[in-house]
């Protein structure tokens, strides 16, 4: 197939690269690492078996760039935020047969992309990760690495399929899903615990958020749990205890959202936390560590962008993506 990559951070280079390995024509959109990736390509290093390994794309194109042939899939890896037009973003490689794959954290971020795109199959998936972009064109992969992928709002395509297969293909653990908004909150419980909580807590990494927080990542969990059963998507009740037990067995962490954070970008706050938020609201569930969480991350990054430092969110929200 020929893949689109949009986004060159650590999410969309890391399995970009993956497909690639799996025999596909892989192109990238590229913004601030363009002309590092046009000239010698993306440089992977892996903790894992997976190793080392060089990514030279099929193509490298930057923002309404020409590509030569018609992607059969657009893999749109930005982070959902706030200031970004994902929509934008895609339109000018959306060809007649083209199915769009969002690769990104957060609830119920399809829509505006189902929206704006009717006739296309919509790809939505789920990358459970520890991956970091070192330096331009740089990817540092520590742990981790299997996605959950499903065509939204619900069933299995034959792309979608055929992307599972390739990224199995590559090396890593992939699993094809009908219920992938389900996934969604399934991944929302441990996202809305530990991405927050690491920025509120003052740069706390995974394992020493569970070694001083337990009790209130558990409790922000139970909300998300209550609120996702309500919203017709309930989940399995030992979930909350697998994610601690496979937080402590991975690697200490520091989250993207810290990353970002502490980089002055802009957080995925809304995708996260907000949309989490509004769904309780709907459906008239009580979230008060949810609610309070939510405040504080707002206040926080209001006061932050006053800072002359930060750096605006279209080009950045490339580069760094994670768990």
């Given amino acids: 197939m020929n893949i689109l990559i949009i986004g060159t951070g650590a999410i969309g280079s890391f399995y970009g690269s993956l497909l690639a390995k799996a025999g596909h024509r892989v192109s990238v959109l590229a913004r601030s690492d363009f002309e590092i990736i046009k000239d010698r390509g993306i440089r992977l290093t892996s903790d894992t078996p997976l190793g080392q390994w060089h990514f030279m794309p099929a193509e490298v194109i930057r923002d309404q760039g020409t590509l030569t042939v018609e992607p059969d899939i657009i893999l749109l890896c930005t982070k959902v935020l706030e200031s970004l037009d994902r ?7 959306v060809g007649p ?16 992309i189902q929206e704006a795109f009717k006739d296309h199959e919509i790809i939505s998936g ?27 709002p619900c069933g299995i395509s034959e792309k979608t399929r055929l992307l599972a297969e390739s990224f199995e293909l590559s090396g890593i653990k992939a699993l094809a899903t009908e219920n992938i908004v389900t996934a969604r909150w399934q991944k929302c419980v441990w996202n809305a615990a530990f991405n927050p909580l690491s920025v509120i807590s003052g740069g706390l990494n995974t394992q020493e958020m569970l070694a001083f927080l337990n009790p209130l990542i558990r409790s922000i969990m139970d909300e998300v749990m209550k609120i996702a059963a309500a919203a017709g998507h309930p989940l399995e009740h030992g979930v909350p205890d697998q994610q601690i ?69 279209p080009k950045e929200a490339l580069e760094n993506a994670s768990h």
């Avoid at 929509?87 to 490689?93: D, G, M, T």
């Avoid at 047969?97 to 505006?112: C, M, R």
């Avoid at 907000?274 to 969480?293: D, F, K, M």
Wanted: hydrophobic share 40%; glycine share 6%.
């Fill in 245 to 313: 037990e496979g937080t402590l067995n991975m690697p200490a962490y520091r989250t993207s959202m810290l990353n970002d954070y502490e980089s002055f970008r802009e957080m995925e706050i809304e995708a996260i936390l907000g949309n989490t938020v509004r769904a309780a609201e709907r459906v008239g569930v009580a979230h008060p560590h949810l609610a309070t969480l939510y405040q504080l991350m707002t206040c926080k990054a209001q006061r932050e962008s006053r800072k002359p430092r930060i750096t605006p969110a």
């Fill in 87 to 93: 929509v934008a973003l895609v339109r000018p490689y």
């Fill in 97 to 112: 047969s083209t199915a769009i794959g969002l690769l990104s954290n957060g609830v119920e971020i399809e829509a505006p």
């Fill in 126 to 152: 789920l990358a459970f990760i520890c991956v970091t972009r070192t330096h331009p064109g740089t990817i540092w992969h520590q742990s981790y690495g299997h996605v959950t992928l499903g065509n939204y």
